[in-house]
């Protein structure tokens, strides 16, 4: 038997199957658009993850040799806080707004005012922030009021999958913390609060702990994709906590740092506790009855992205002739920059930010530039930068004393032995690599086979397919060499904040 994983992400979805070792029998990901219509806008056609959905679990199902009866059950995880607005008949009614669309700063303020702030905190244990959802609907009620009408229902990405999957309407706990809609302390929806902003609670799906069978895959879709109608679809995970239990994120002191388009540090917790200047995130986790903090930046890997196609297209020529991945040349040029490019310093800002600056306005910088400073410099600074920008949390959990006792590194960023030994220098913390690098897709994996029996817990799934393979401790000569650098990369936000603001006037 074996369990499947389905990863709904901003550049692809990812689909995976392993069996109950947690050994990976196949995988494969197909990519798709991000469109932005204008400056800060951020949208996807649902139709093309679920394209994305039926061509990858096809593609794992004829390269593992398994057929749909073999699957034991089904994890889906996704990209966090985007909104699918459906009508009666269950069609999209219009592209998703993502998790990085930054146009709803005026419903942010409108919500925060009509609940009060403190209010909002006590409800959802956040602020609400561009990139979450409630704005996102309030906005279609200000600006799309025909499209606003027809709305029946209101989908995270990875339920809408989970619709076309089943048929069903269902969420789970993680991925509806970052709505601010949902009762984060009390696992819920907030109808406190829906009822303040005139939001029907009848839009939600009903909500389950992540590792619960709440829905089971049609005989349409059985139909479409080659799994067997009946089986089991677990809740699953927004892909922040999902990738957490697929890196083994489930007791006190292990944190991760990931960095996949966005960055997040993510700290396990038993309780529900909240930072008091509120640049963490608090969310349930996707292990049933607890929590985490979790520090997010927009653009992490979205910033080297963009350097890359932006800057390097030589280097893309090149590696496709050579049959190498861009970023290994990406990497060899900023290998060969000192540590601190010589007072380049890049502020990763590209999409707007969240920790710890809340602010859609906010944009990419490079500061520092002088003509000795080439592409080398200018790569190195990235990497930097990005790492800068990760410690920005992991300061912020040493002020709330969050215990630290090991950071597991993830993502592109992880793959990246230059970028990880940045990682390390930057925060002066050890950084380890474990056995499995397939992040929210095979921890959803791990949560079907909580959900259909193969483990009893999920801390019991990870100890089962989970190991720390290497690790990469900070170099204290080169970490002397940040910490002087740190200063400067944190006193430039504020120097640039009214900047900032006039600049994003002018451009919107």
Known sequence: MALLGIDIGTSGTKTLLMDETGTVLAGATVEYPLSTPRPGWAEQDPEEWWRATVQTIRRVLADSGLDGSQVRGIGLSGQMHGSVFLDRAGEVIRPALLWCDQRTAAQCEWITATVGRERVVELTSNPVLTGFTAPKVIWLRDHEPENYERVVQVLLPKDFIRFRLSGEFATEVSDASGTAMFHVRERRWATELLDAIGVPSEWMPASFESHVASTRVSSSAAAVTGLRAGTPIVGGGGDQAAGAVGNGIVESGILSSTVGTSGVVFAYSDGPAVDPELRLHTFCHAVEGKWHQMGVMLSAG?????????????????????GCDPYELIAAEAEAAPAGCEGLVFLPYLTGERTPHPDPNA??????????????????????????GLRDSFEILDAMQVPVREVRASGGGARSPLWRQIQADVSGREHVVINVDEGPAFGVALLAGVGTGVWSHVSEACRATIQVRSATPPSPEVQTVYDRHYPIYTSLYDSLKVAFTRTAALAG
């Not at 944009?363 to 800068?388: N, P």
């Open 302 to 322: 979205g910033s080297l992205r963009w350097f890359r196609d932006t800057l390097c297209r030589d280097l893309i020529a090149e590696a496709a002739s050579r």
């Open 363 to 388: 944009r990419g910088v490079f500061f520092g530039l002088t003509l000795r400073h080439d592409r080398r410099h200018m790569a190195r600074a990235v990497l930097e930068g990005v790492a800068y």
